[in-house]
C-alpha cells in the first residue's frame, strides 16, 4: 500500500465522517471527540472501522478501536495499520 501522510488519511477519514455518518464537515477536527463531539455509538464505530478496513485494505477489529477517542486517535491508528505496528 502507498504511504499516506497524516493530512491525507485525515481527508480520507473527514470524507467518510461527513459521506457515510452524515456530520457536518466544519465540526471536524483533529480533537474532535468521536462519541461526545460527532455523536458517535458503538455501532457507528464498528461502521467506521469496516469502511477502514476498505481503505487499508488490512484487517481492523473493533476492539483495535477500543481506546480510540478522538478524530487524530483515528487517524494515529491508521498511520500504524498502515505501517503494519501495533495500534495500541
Same mark, same amino acid.
Given at each position: 500500500? /502507498?504511504?499516506?501522510?497524516?493530512?491525507? &488519511?485525515?481527508?480520507?477519514?473527514?470524507? @467518510?465522517?461527513?459521506?457515510?455518518? *452524515? @456530520?457536518?464537515?466544519?465540526?471536524?477536527?483533529?480533537?474532535?471527540?468521536?462519541?461526545?463531539? #460527532?455523536?458517535?455509538?458503538? @455501532?457507528? /464505530?464498528?461502521?467506521?472501522?469496516?469502511? #477502514?478496513? *476498505?481503505?487499508?485494505?488490512?484487517? &481492523?477489529?473493533?476492539?483495535?478501536?477500543?481506546?480510540?477517542?478522538?478524530?487524530?486517535?483515528?487517524?494515529? /491508528?491508521?498511520?500504524?495499520?498502515?505501517?503494519?505496528?501495533? @495500534?495500541?
Amino acid at each position: 500500500m /502507498a504511504e499516506y501522510t497524516r493530512e491525507e &488519511i485525515f481527508n480520507v477519514l473527514k470524507d @467518510i465522517l461527513v459521506n457515510d455518518f *452524515e @456530520i457536518e464537515p466544519d465540526i471536524i477536527d483533529g480533537d474532535a471527540n468521536l462519541f461526545e463531539d #460527532l455523536e458517535f455509538d458503538s @455501532i457507528d /464505530a464498528v461502521d467506521l472501522a469496516v469502511r #477502514l478496513q *476498505e481503505f487499508t485494505n488490512k484487517k &481492523i477489529s473493533p476492539d483495535d478501536f477500543k481506546e480510540i477517542k478522538t478524530v487524530d486517535d483515528v487517524v494515529v /491508528a491508521i498511520e500504524k495499520i498502515i505501517r503494519d505496528e501495533e @495500534i495500541i
